[in-house]
């Protein structure tokens, strides 16, 4: 009995310890696993070539110089303030290490980069990078590395002056080493170059035919790091072809306005028929606003359209109000006050359109001045450039 009793406590022993053997095999093979999933997420969050950083010295300031070319514009999103951009940059600078050697030798994983990100990039659908070096009059050879890239692009977009509006379409370039490392200048010896045949949105937007760029750093506050890091920014140049909006909004907003006038052939007495068509007007424009809406994103400012549009509800709202109190005046001066109140809505009905001319022509007047400013910015840069002489073009 008693051996018996022992077999059974070594079978349930033998049994305990291979389920405990078991147990911890799949507990290793889970770490395993997510061992795993922690290393690919890591190589998708960074690239291949910046697994190693290669540094050079603090008092080292490397100059690079940018040349771009902005192949293709495709959709500019109003709403969601965003476009696509098919680009071409170009980043060269001195690199004395590399002197004497071959393209074919260089193993560039080893080689200091200048770490360039396209700071407002939402979506890279497209990609392509090379590097290589270039011989140069003093025998210092020139690092080149290039890129192309197709993608989504975030642009706060300015909307004071809608529908006659221009926009600056930016691309930002950034790099992970800081301003005191890194340098970011134009290409004195290259254009910038803008193709207007494979633009696409030709149908909402006149494309300038100009690039402009800008190089700074960021500048840090004293909740964030105390480097600064360079930027440089690519910019080009639309305006918004605004016939739609004037045909489809502001005109059936200015004979809806119209319209109420004819509230006042209505005889006083009937002033539930007076209000009937003043409302019925007003309710008709507010529609009218929400279709204004939906074409802009949220914004806590009054675009041009909408100061017109609210302009419209307003002197409609002031039609709708004289209609109903004029039945509470006595009779006799009903007729009187009610004629003094048509010919006071036809002079304010007018200036409201002849201060609306004005100030069209007045923004419309400085949107030229501005886009007319950056395009001899552009031909400026151009100019010098031809100064220079135009060197071989790299793709």
Same mark, same amino acid.
């Given at each position: 009995?008693?051996?018996?009793?022992?077999?059974?406590?070594?079978?349930?022993?033998?049994?305990?310890?291979?389920?405990? *053997?078991?147990?911890?095999?799949?507990?290793?093979?889970?770490?395993?696993?997510?061992? *795993?999933?922690?290393?690919?997420?890591?190589?998708?969050?960074?690239?291949?070539?910046?697994?190693?950083?290669?540094?050079?010295?603090?008092?080292?300031?490397?100059?690079?110089?940018?040349? *771009?070319?902005?192949?293709?514009?495709?959709?500019?999103?109003?709403?969601?303030?965003?476009?696509?951009?098919?680009? $071409?940059? &170009? &980043?060269?600078?001195?690199?004395?290490?590399?002197?004497?050697?071959?393209?074919?030798?260089?193993?560039?994983?080893?080689?200091?980069?200048?770490?360039?990100?396209? $700071?407002?990039?939402?979506?890279?659908?497209?990609?392509?990078?090379?590097? $290589?070096?270039?011989?140069?009059?003093?025998?210092? !050879?020139?690092?080149?590395?290039?890129?192309?890239?197709?993608? *989504?692009?975030?642009?706060?977009?300015?909307?004071?002056?809608? !529908?006659?509006?221009?926009?600056?379409?930016?691309?930002?370039?950034?790099?992970?080493?800081?301003?005191?490392?890194?340098?970011?200048?134009?290409?004195?010896?290259?254009?910038?170059?803008?193709?207007?045949?494979?633009?696409?949105?030709?149908?909402?937007?006149?494309?300038?035919?100009?690039?402009?760029?800008?190089?700074?750093?960021?500048?840090?506050?004293?909740?964030?790091?105390?480097?600064?890091?360079?930027?440089?920014?690519?910019?080009? $140049?639309?305006?918004?072809?605004?016939?739609?909006?004037?045909?489809?909004?502001?005109?059936?907003?200015?004979?809806?306005?119209?319209?109420?006038?004819?509230?006042?052939?209505?005889?006083?007495?009937?002033?539930?028929?007076?209000?009937?068509?003043?409302?019925?007007?007003?309710?008709?424009?507010?529609?009218?606003?929400?279709?204004?809406?939906?074409?802009?994103?949220?914004?806590?400012?009054?675009?041009?359209?909408?100061?017109?549009?609210?302009?419209?509800?307003?002197?409609?709202?002031?039609?709708?109000?004289?209609?109903?109190?004029?039945?509470?005046?006595?009779?006799?001066?009903?007729?009187?006050?009610?004629?003094?109140?048509?010919?006071?809505?036809?002079?304010?009905?007018?200036?409201?359109?002849?201060?609306?001319?004005?100030?069209?022509?007045?923004?419309?007047?400085?949107?030229?001045?501005?886009?007319?400013?950056?395009?001899?910015?552009?031909?400026?840069?151009?100019?010098?450039?031809?100064?220079?002489?135009?060197?071989?073009?790299?793709?």
């Amino acid at each position: 009995m008693s051996g018996a009793v022992r077999e059974i406590q070594v079978s349930e022993s033998g049994q305990t310890s291979n389920r405990s *053997t078991t147990d911890l095999s799949e507990v290793l093979s889970r770490l395993e696993v997510i061992e *795993t999933y922690l290393k690919d997420i890591e190589g998708n969050t960074r690239s291949s070539d910046e697994q190693k950083l290669v540094f050079r010295d603090s008092s080292d300031l490397v100059t690079v110089l940018i040349r *771009t070319s902005i192949i293709s514009i495709g959709e500019i999103d109003t709403v969601k303030q965003e476009f696509t951009c098919d680009i $071409f940059v &170009a &980043a060269k600078w001195k690199e004395p290490r590399l002197k004497g050697r071959k393209n074919e030798d260089i193993d560039w994983s080893q080689e200091w980069h200048p770490r360039i990100v396209f $700071f407002n990039a939402l979506v890279i659908d497209k990609m392509e990078k090379r590097r $290589f070096i270039e011989e140069d009059e003093d025998d210092i !050879p020139y690092a080149y590395e290039t890129f192309r890239i197709f993608g *989504t692009f975030r642009e706060n977009l300015e909307l004071d002056h809608f !529908p006659l509006d221009y926009q600056e379409l930016t691309i930002t370039l950034m790099s992970d080493w800081t301003d005191k490392m890194v340098k970011f200048q134009k290409d004195m010896k290259r254009k910038d170059w803008i193709r207007p045949e494979t633009f696409t949105a030709v149908q909402q937007w006149n494309l300038q035919r100009f690039v402009v760029t800008i190089s700074e750093s960021t500048q840090h506050s004293t909740a964030s790091s105390n480097n600064n890091y360079p930027m440089y920014h690519i910019k080009a $140049f639309v305006r918004r072809k605004n016939g739609f909006y004037l045909w489809n909004v502001a005109l059936i907003v200015f004979l809806i306005t119209a319209l109420s006038f004819t509230s006042f052939s209505v005889p006083i007495s009937e002033s539930a028929d007076r209000l009937s068509v003043t409302l019925t007007l007003l309710l008709t424009a507010i529609a009218f606003k929400f279709v204004v809406s939906q074409s802009l994103p949220t914004i806590s400012y009054l675009t041009l359209l909408d100061m017109y549009v609210i302009s419209g509800l307003v002197f409609l709202f002031c039609i709708a109000v004289e209609n109903g109190l004029v039945v509470a005046l006595p009779v006799k001066i009903q007729k009187e006050v009610d004629r003094i109140c048509l010919f006071t809505a036809i002079a304010i009905f007018v200036l409201i359109h002849i201060i609306a001319v004005i100030v069209v022509l007045m923004k419309k007047r400085k949107v030229d001045k501005t886009v007319l400013e950056y395009a001899k910015k552009y031909k400026a840069v151009c100019e010098e450039i031809d100064k220079v002489g135009m060197g071989k073009h790299i793709y």
